[in-house]
């Protein structure tokens, strides 16, 4: 992963590094990459006949896990189905499982609370269906919450979310790798991912400078370039940009710690070339409050060509001829980039990923979760709680009360 900036920040104070550091001891999702997964593999094995594999989840309970069955759909032979089942909306709950044969299937009940409406509805539909047995289910949750306690009561296979690991930070735990590697993704590899930013960082290498850099920038320019926005240049990152905006937004949107002042900045997520066609003209035109990060895959691994055919009327473009569409997707990405770059008033960097597989989409978990981390730190805002939620939640009680 090669993560190069249009722009540098001046004023670097280093002993940002120190809080993080510091802050290794307390947060998990630091650690994650280290830790061991043969345990997973083990306690999975029993369900490895099974054809449907349904993840019931919402936010960072099943984004990630998404994100990557999205990033490596393309690339990955999965032949198990993987379903998720996260929104109260009767659409969707309808349409999955008409798909789904209920003999054939393992729900995965994950939520960290073990409390949420979404996650809670769609289990009782679930259970309506297909009765509370140990076949059929999976628990992930935190030690001591009402799910792990019904898991421990019916003998239901169980996995931990450790207590110190947030919902949007938990794609490296449990909660994103007991569903990879059921549908067979590589979970050591994407821990290696992981894992080869996280020793870049933390042994200050060229990633440490790329992100002191960037959480410098945002930060500090905080009033004025608000706004960030992720332009990934495949389909493939479609889950993973709607994972970044759930980290970006719920974490670093709030009150300050200090004070109590609103501060935040907000995530968009785009996809080119398609919001090319759409989201690029603001950002050109429009008012200058918007950062662009681009996400460029080097190797696209695949060599679809464009045909050498001219159309009636349509010679002018022939340019695009026995050119394959890797080079033409990139190729657009430059152009974007380089229109960009001449504007020289938006800020900008470009992160190129060599493959799609396991190892980078890790590498990308890791790179946000640190970059967030950090400019909570510096802008002065819990990055792993989320109080503005709260009252909604309650005031939905009241309806039903
Ligand atoms: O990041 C967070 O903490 C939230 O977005 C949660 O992931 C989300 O609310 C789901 O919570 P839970 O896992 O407790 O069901």
Redesign the pocket.
């Known amino acids: 992963m090669k993560s190069k900036l249009y722009f540098e920040y001046p004023n670097i104070n280093h002993t940002l590094f120190d809080k993080i550091v510091d802050e290794t001891k307390e947060i998990g999702y630091y650690n994650l990459p280290d830790v061991c997964v043969d345990d997973v593999y083990e306690k999975i094995s029993k369900f490895a006949d099974k054809k449907y594999i349904v993840v019931v989840?919402?936010?960072?309970?099943?984004?990630g896990t998404y994100a990557v069955y999205n990033y490596l759909k393309s690339v990955k032979k999965i032949t198990t189905k993987l379903y998720f089942l996260e929104s109260t909306d009767p659409v969707v709950l309808r349409s999955v499982s008409k798909k789904i044969n209920f003999d054939d299937a393992v729900f995965l009940i994950?939520?960290?609370?073990?409390?949420?409406v979404?996650?809670v509805s769609i289990f009782k539909y679930l259970l309506s269906n297909k009765p509370l047995n140990k076949d059929s289910y999976i628990i992930i949750?935190?030690n001591g919450?009402p799910l792990h306690s019904l898991a421990l009561k019916n003998d239901i296979t169980y996995f931990e979310?450790p207590k110190n690991v947030?919902?949007?930070?938990?794609v490296l735990s449990n909660?994103g790798l007991v569903p990879l590697a059921m549908i067979g993704v590589d979970i050591k590899k994407l821990l290696l991912g992981a894992k080869s930013v996280k020793d870049e960082f933390f042994s200050k290498g060229e990633i440490y400078n790329a992100l002191m850099n960037k959480a410098f920038m945002y930060a500090k320019n905080s009033h004025t370039y608000d706004i960030n926005c992720l332009f990934g240049y495949s389909e493939s990152f479609r889950g993973f940009s709607s994972w970044y905006v759930?980290?970006w937004g719920?974490?670093l949107g709030k009150k300050q710690l200090n004070s109590e002042l609103h501060v935040g900045l907000t995530p968009v997520g785009l996809i080119g070339p398609t919001d090319q066609h759409s989201f690029l003209q603001l950002i050109v035109e429009g008012i200058r409050d918007k950062s662009v990060t681009f996400i460029k895959i080097k190797n696209f691994d695949f060599n679809t060509e464009i045909p050498d055919i001219t159309i009636e009327y349509l010679e002018k473009m022939d340019y695009i001829n026995n050119h394959n569409f890797a080079e033409l997707i990139n190729k657009q990405a430059d152009s974007i980039i380089e229109s960009l770059i001449n504007l020289g008033d938006i800020p900008l960097d470009i992160i190129e990923i060599e493959h799609i597989c396991e190892e980078t989409i890790g590498e990308l978990f890791y790179y946000y979760e640190l970059l967030t981390s950090m400019v909570a730190k510096l802008i002065d805002v819990n990055a792993?709680?989320?109080p503005g939620?709260e009252d909604g939640k309650k005031i939905l009680r009241g309806y039903f009360n």
């Open positions: 989840g919402i936010g960072g309970s099943s984004l994950i939520s960290k609370s073990g409390t949420t979404e996650t949750s935190d919450s979310i947030g919902g949007r930070f938990s909660v759930q980290l719920e974490s792993y709680d989320q939620v």
